[in-house]
């Protein structure tokens, strides 16, 4: 304790700042024991880059993720006296190219991905967490007869882009669950019955193969007065039987715990007791890859980390 699942560098993330080593230290300035490194995928359409990434080629997005793999790596040996070092990616799904891609980079890179953040950024191919004007722009591409019509196909597809990726390649932390409601966070699921039939169908496949739900940080900067995913989904998966881990979704080293003073609070109004970690295992998961679960001893809650913390 503590730990994070799920962060970002400027050196392979253009919308991120610093150094994947800036991250790293600074995680070891705040007694992280366990830091996941889980720089984006590849994309594979020039539509697809972000304004940022204008300069960039698609194959230049291909050979940054592989320096990331090896500078992540590098990182991981030099500093493993003081920090266990998990090496990741976080998944992309706007088209079935990216599925495609994705299965290609695993089977290419093997054991150097240890897990996956499994995360949706995007609806009918539109990213949804870019701004509101964009967000916006994704949920009028349903093109329905009402607003309430317009909002359960948005939601529906984006659960069900959810579900597609749990199925094919069971990552081990589920990222972000809810981001789909980024700009309208206080709208409860429960108001669409094949929404929330989905959303429950999505909860019981992550439990049955193993996931972790990671309890995400980064919602508090985004103005939430909750980290992702919020007390409805919470909830559900606590019904389901569902296990969490932290993340800070970090972009660079300016946002290393970044809202963490935050999350005892929530995690003890929405009733979760219990964390849990990945740990690098001899033993392979439901998806092959050697890294398991692993419930924190004792309270987590009386663990020095939090103690003053104001940040």
Same mark, same amino acid.
């Given at each position: 304790?503590?730990?994070?699942?799920?962060?970002?560098?400027?050196?392979?993330?253009?919308?991120?700042?610093?150094?994947?080593?800036?991250?790293?230290?600074?995680?070891?300035?705040?007694?992280?024991?366990?830091?996941? %490194?889980?720089?984006?995928?590849?994309?594979?359409?020039?539509?697809?880059?972000?304004?940022?990434?204008?300069? %960039? /080629?698609?194959?230049?997005?291909?050979?940054?993720?592989?320096?990331?793999?090896?500078?992540?790596?590098?990182?991981?040996?030099?500093?493993?006296?003081?920090?266990?070092?998990?090496?990741?990616?976080?998944?992309?799904?706007?088209?079935?190219?990216?599925?495609?891609?994705?299965?290609?980079?695993?089977?290419?890179?093997?054991?150097?991905?240890?897990?996956?953040?499994?995360?949706?950024?995007?609806?009918?191919?539109?990213?949804?967490?870019?701004?509101?004007?964009?967000?916006?722009?994704?949920?009028?591409?349903?093109?329905?007869?009402?607003?309430?019509?317009?909002?359960?196909?948005?939601?529906?597809?984006?659960?069900?882009?959810?579900?597609?990726?749990?199925?094919?390649?069971?990552?081990?932390?589920?990222?972000?669950?809810?981001?789909?409601?980024?700009?309208?966070?206080?709208?409860?699921?429960?108001?669409?019955?094949?929404?929330?039939?989905?959303?429950?169908?999505?909860?019981?496949?992550?439990?049955?193969?193993?996931?972790?739900?990671?309890?995400?940080?980064?919602?508090?900067?985004?103005?939430?007065?909750?980290?992702?995913?919020?007390?409805?989904?919470?909830?559900?998966?606590?019904?389901?039987?569902?296990?969490?881990? %932290? /993340?800070?979704?970090?972009?660079?080293?300016?946002?290393?715990?970044?809202?963490?003073?935050?999350?005892?609070?929530?995690?003890?109004?929405?009733?979760?007791?219990?964390?849990?970690?990945?740990?690098?295992?001899?033993?392979?998961?439901?998806?092959?890859?050697?890294?398991?679960?692993?419930?924190?001893?004792?309270?987590?809650?009386?663990?020095?980390?939090?103690?003053?913390? /104001?940040?």
């Amino acid at each position: 304790m503590p730990h994070s699942h799920h962060s970002h560098s400027g050196q392979f993330c253009k919308h991120a700042s610093g150094s994947l080593e800036e991250v790293v230290r600074e995680a070891i300035r705040q007694r992280f024991t366990v830091y996941g %490194l889980t720089e984006h995928v590849p994309r594979y359409r020039e539509i697809d880059l972000y304004p940022e990434e204008e300069k %960039l /080629s698609l194959d230049l997005l291909s050979k940054q993720f592989e320096d990331f793999l090896t500078e992540a790596h590098l990182l991981k040996q030099l500093h493993a006296a003081q920090i266990t070092l998990l090496v990741g990616l976080e998944t992309e799904y706007i088209t079935k190219l990216d599925l495609d891609g994705l299965e290609n980079v695993l089977q290419r890179f093997g054991e150097r991905v240890q897990y996956i953040v499994g995360s949706v950024h995007h609806v009918n191919g539109i990213p949804i967490d870019f701004d509101a004007l964009t967000y916006e722009k994704a949920l009028r591409s349903f093109v329905v007869e009402n607003e309430e019509s317009r909002q359960e196909a948005f939601f529906s597809a984006y659960f069900d882009a959810q579900y597609e990726l749990l199925r094919r390649f069971k990552p081990e932390i589920i990222g972000h669950f809810d981001l789909c409601r980024l700009y309208c966070p206080n709208l409860r699921f429960e108001r669409f019955s094949e929404v929330w039939r989905k959303i429950q169908r999505n909860i019981e496949f992550a439990v049955n193969y193993g996931a972790l739900f990671e309890v995400n940080a980064a919602a508090f900067r985004k103005k939430w007065e909750t980290a992702y995913p919020a007390d409805d989904i919470v909830e559900a998966i606590r019904n389901h039987g569902g296990r969490f881990a %932290l /993340s800070d979704d970090s972009h660079g080293p300016g946002a290393v715990g970044l809202n963490y003073h935050r999350l005892p609070e929530y995690l003890q109004s929405v009733g979760i007791s219990e964390l849990w970690y990945l740990q690098a295992s001899s033993l392979p998961n439901a998806a092959g890859r050697s890294i398991q679960p692993v419930k924190l001893d004792g309270e987590w809650l009386a663990h020095e980390f939090w103690c003053g913390r /104001s940040t």
